[in-house]
């Protein structure tokens, strides 16, 4: 059987480096001298020395020397720091309207994962970086379609441009989130931001989200976790939000790769690919603290 071809899909060179840095990893073998043979070589031979390791190669040597950091089962006690695993994954572009402290310098996607257990719990990861760490992609500025953002959106990017510190007092309204409340709305983030139509009119249909880019096969992930939150039982009600049933366990951080070995399955929403819904009667509802703007600054009841 021939082996699988793989291909990076997300690699954020910043943000592994970084982790590298961090933790001494040291990525290239130390040059081993040899004597150099024969009447006219003297002296030692240095050509040995390494050349530039791939991507493919950075990765596994990361792995290997964090193995005991990463986590791949999400059964484990949390707070989680480090993990590994697969999953089906949606990109979108994160839409951010507030003034936070802390602000994300870049174009920033929103990256959903999900898994489930061998307990039977579902954990869904919501994991933010750099729009340009796309390999091979280039998003446009404008979307052909319009749709809901959240009111969330400033605490959210506090929190992610903060890596996970704890929200500061004095920042108005728009940061009275305990973490569950942040937590749960990320993932509306980034199960729902873009929609126009009634929730149930998108479900299973990214492709007419506004704001989405694409989705694939992650056959591998490695992310960096800011926020474990596990949700409270008993305090979310989610049957009138379909795709919210059964979460358990969020996860929030930044991912350092997503790799495939099924590059058949990726799929892509934006340009020529995305399809806009027939308008509707029923505009999309969602709990709120207050009212969402939709991007160029409407506003949008919700």
Known sequence: MPKLVGRYVYWSERLVREVIDDNGVQLESRVKPSLKLGVASSGLDLTGRDREKTTFEVAEKLKKKLRRSIVSDFDTPGPLQ??????????????????????????????????????????????????????????????????????????????????????????????????????????????????????????????????????????????????????????????????????????IGAPLWLRTTRPNSIRTYFGSSRVELAPATRQPTRQVLFQPRLQGGGQMSG
């Not at 572009?93 to 310098?105: A, N, T, V």
């Not at 340009?132 to 979307?143: A, M």
């Not at 929190?159 to 728009?174: C, F, I, N, Y």
Request: proline share 3%; charged share 25%; with cysteine.
């Open 82 to 251: 480090l993990v590994q695993g697969t999953s089906w994954v949606e990109v979108a572009e994160f839409q951010r309207w507030g003034y936070p402290r802390h602000r994300l310098d870049q174009r920033t996607a929103v990256i959903h994962g999900r898994t489930v257990t061998r307990e039977g719990r579902r954990v869904d990861l919501c994991l933010f970086g750099g729009l340009k760490n796309l390999r091979g992609y280039t998003i446009p500025e404008d979307d052909s379609v319009r749709g809901w953002t959240s009111s969330a959106a400033p605490a959210i990017e506090e929190l992610v441009a903060s890596r996970g510190a704890v929200l500061g007092e004095g920042a108005g309204d728009a940061f009275l989130f305990d973490e569950e409340e942040l937590a749960v709305d990320a993932l509306k983030v980034a199960l729902s931001q873009g929609i126009y139509r009634h929730t149930d009119d998108h479900m299973g249909r990214p492709e007419t989200r506004a704001f989405t880019v694409m989705g694939f096969d992650a056959t591998e992930y490695v992310a960096l976790i800011y926020k474990d939150v596990t949700l409270t039982p008993g305090r979310w009600d989610f049957q009138n939000e379909q795709e919210m049933i059964g979460t358990s366990r969020i996860l």
